[in-house]
């Protein structure tokens, strides 16, 4: 019985661990810790203009220093020409932390979450220049340039994929 016991508890655990995934520049948020104490002045860094090329286009983001406990952000994918789509991001100081929410948008404006749901990214550890949010990571690279860190879901499994931004003056 107890061999047994050890089968199947080896084979769970097996089975969970291939599905956990860890990337070098992101962290998982665990439901065991609380979030960091965080305001928004420690992402003041994070408001701007940014360009790069990723995701086998050109990508945009804008974000607005805090304003109202929050701040906002907009992302844009170009390929070819045509936008592929858009996302609307909010950074806000909730019960003494951040949270990070995106809804995501095909380029004709249409929603692709439901109407009221929205991606979540809870804080998971600040550190001087990074900001690291379950599993998308911000990185501030000297004055001008600014990694986005995300992990997402591919027919192959998670995969970390490198948004490199450089800021336009």
Known sequence: MKKIFLIISITLISAWCIGQENF?????YSE??????????????IAGHWKGKAMGGEIEEVWTPALGGSMMGSFKLVA???VLFYELETITEENETLILRIKHFSDDLKGWEEKDETEDFKLVKLTEGAAYFD?????KVGDDLLNIYIVIATEKGEEQVLFQYKRVK
Do not use: V
Request: charged share 35%; proline share 4%; no cysteine.
């Open 80 to 82: 070819d020409g045509k």
């Open 32 to 45: 065991t810790e609380a979030s960091p104490k965080a305001k928004l002045q420690d992402l003041a860094w």
């Open 135 to 139: 599993q998308l990571t911000f990185k």
């Open 24 to 28: 070098e520049n992101t962290l998982k």
